[in-house]
């Protein structure tokens, strides 16, 4: 069962960065939302990969993530 990780930022500008680290491991790019204005992304992550997912999030110093 696939769940959506949330990641909120300080800056707008980090969350190209995340998504792209995101792209680049093979998470499909319909899987990714970026809001700009909350300073928030989200995946949706199939369980399997929720590991990797949160390492790539948490790398980028988030404010909060959750699920």
Known sequence: MAEIIT???ESR????NVRN???????P????R???DKHQVQV???EVSD????EI??????KEIHT
């Not at 999030?57 to 988030?62: A, G, I, S, V």
């Open 7 to 9: 990641a909120v930022y």
């Open 13 to 16: 500008d980090t969350l190209a």
């Open 21 to 27: 680290d995101l792209i680049s491991v093979g998470i």
């Open 29 to 32: 790019q319909e899987k990714i």
């Open 34 to 36: 970026v809001n700009p």
């Open 44 to 46: 949706m992550a199939p």
């Open 51 to 54: 590991a990797e997912i949160r």
């Open 57 to 62: 999030l948490e790398r980028h110093q988030p």
